[in-house]
């Protein structure tokens, strides 16, 4: 039988001892990263909204690594629940290290269709979710402070964005100006939490092939249109994503505060241009 250790791909355990919560972790990007964080060696709450049975399987997967790990359902956009989600981590786990604010959604519409629900229902997980999920985990952050043994910092805040945190986006105002804000947003927070010893960074996907955009990669035509925006000329996995989450959070990266990492095979160097212009 394979042992937590055969199972760690080599994984040096970064982040060993470590407290992560990854919102939206039952779908998408979600999955691949709160198993990437267990793998590194922390234990992982798995938060979901919709889909038990696959945060369930996501729970499992980690806890294999040996390390501890529950699935817990509440909507990042109510504040309650997200009090509520990282109260029971704390009394769970005794603490929170990293707090992945994954969770987001598309509603899309061309603006005259968009309906103010779509507009609002995008602005209030995106967005509002990620800065509830922020204030509460800054708060045990400054409570408990720096832990040498298990790193550098007092916690870190990783804001999924997306490369629509600069690339305008037309018939997805409401998406682009969500993950406008989270790029903004994830600044502002860096630069009053830096003080704490409080990392706050983003990490912006390109094109990941998940169910969000699977009408952009489900057809031969529509995946060699979504390749000619990709300079690497690769959808990405989320895996891709995962990985990248584990080294901001980790302290490999202490001194990375405030930055937006892209993750998009080139998506962000306006591949338009590569000839013209
Ligand atoms: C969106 C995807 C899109 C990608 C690149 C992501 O943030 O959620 O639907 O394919 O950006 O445009």
């Known amino acids: 039988m394979a042992t937590a250790a055969d199972k760690d791909h080599g994984t040096v355990q970064l982040l060993k001892g470590q407290k992560a919560l990854v919102t939206g972790a039952n779908s998408g990007i979600g999955p691949a990263t709160a198993v990437a964080l267990g793998r590194a060696g922390a234990d992982v709450v798995v938060n979901y909204v919709v889909g038990a049975d696959e945060a369930e399987k996501v729970v499992a997967q980690i806890k294999d690594f040996g390390v501890r790990a529950y699935a817990h359902e509440a909507d990042v956009s109510d504040e309650d629940q997200v009090v509520a989600m990282v109260a029971r981590m704390v009394e769970e786990f005794g603490t929170i290290d990293i707090m992945v604010a994954n969770a987001g959604l598309q509603r899309d519409a061309n603006v005259t269709e968009m309906t103010l629900a779509q507009w609002q229902k995008v602005i209030d997980v ?17 409570r408990r402070g720096v832990v040498e043994e298990v790193s550098r910092s007092a916690g870190k805040i990783v804001c999924m964005s997306s490369v629509h945190q600069i690339i305008p986006w037309s018939g997805h105002v409401n998406y682009a100006s969500s993950k406008g804000g989270v790029g903004m947003m994830m600044q502002t927070l860096a630069q009053e939490l830096a003080p704490h010893r409080i990392r706050v960074n983003a990490i912006a996907p390109g094109a990941i092939r998940t169910p969000i955009n699977r009408d952009a990669w489900s057809t031969p035509e529509a995946e060699a249109d979504l390749l000619r925006l990709i300079p690497y000329r690769r959808v990405g996995d989320p895996d891709d994503i ?13 001194y990375v505060v405030g930055t937006t990492l892209y993750v998009d095979g080139g998506m962000t160097l306006f591949p338009g241009f590569a000839t013209g212009g």
């Open 126 to 142: 995106n967005l509002t979710g990620q800065f509830l999920c922020a204030r509460e985990a800054a708060k045990e952050f400054i």
């Open 242 to 254: 995962a990985n990248a989450v584990v080294a901001v959070a980790s302290d490999l990266l202490d």
